[in-house]
């Protein structure tokens, strides 16, 4: 039973021919519907080139790195609005910004959830800055990134920086991606607290542990290499990996009778 006294959704097991077709899925969402997606996908850019140009005026460029690999850490939480599109896709609802809008606002859960997201991401900028603290406290200050890469690379500090970073990240990504994988598109879905979506998403997770892992591994490449390009590959890459998630979502949580 959830917290509110309700039966807790029923999660079975996928296996990886599920997620080749949850995102063959949302590929067919984006293209059926693509003034959404890139509408999506071009707020999610925006962000991360907004933080870039902030980072620069600041002269912390070393930091813009960081920021790319934690900025798919909050991709869960801007695709909400492409899981709104296809859900009403899927049931033939009228679609329009307004409606979609009106649904979020309507599930005040989401708003716990989003709180999760931007906290975790914010734990990763911090350990960031820790670890260059620790690490390359000689070297800390960098007048471009590519004196900053050089020194990662270079250098024992910068590779030792370098791995337990890259470790750090991947345990952050692994739990807020398995807190937030089904939460999101549930509390969309079903009148469910923020707690029961959360423990519904680990148990998705745990139910099939492989595919899952194998999705989030996609999903943090992905979202990575488009952000390379001054993040501008995410627009097209974003709604696709959000409606896909819906896709999986819909595979993962058996329906309501």
Known sequence: M?????????????????????????????????LYGLCFGALYAAGGITIMLCLT???????IYPLAAGFALIGPFVAIGLYEVSRRRERGQPLSFGAIWSA????????????????VFVIWMYQVRLLI??????????????????????????LLFLAIGNAVGAALSLILFS??????????????????AMVTSVR?????????VGW??????LLIVSALPYFLGLVVTLPVL?????????????PLP
Not at 110 to 115: K, V
């Open 133 to 158: 603290a620790l690490l390359l406290g000689l070297h800390a200050s960098f007048s471009s990134l590519q004196e900053f890469m050089t020194v990662v690379l270079t250098t024992n500090e910068g």
């Open 216 to 221: 989030a591994a996609v999903i943090v490449m």
């Open 57 to 63: 005026a600041f002269g912390m460029v070393y930091l």
């Open 204 to 212: 998705a997770v745990v139910t099939s542990p492989l595919p899952m």
């Open 2 to 34: 959830s917290i509110s006294g309700k039966v807790d959704p029923v999660v079975r097991p996928v296996v990886a021919t599920d997620i080749a077709e949850a995102l063959a899925e949302g590929l067919r969402d984006f293209q059926a519907l693509p």
């Open 104 to 119: 979020i606002r309507s599930r005040s859960e989401i708003g716990w959830m989003a709180f999760v997201t931007l906290f």
């Open 179 to 196: 807190l937030t994988v089904v939460s999101f598109p549930l509390l969309l879905d079903r009148e469910v607290d923020f707690v029961t």
């Open 242 to 254: 959000g409606h896909a998630t819906w896709h999986l979502y819909r595979r993962l949580v058996v």
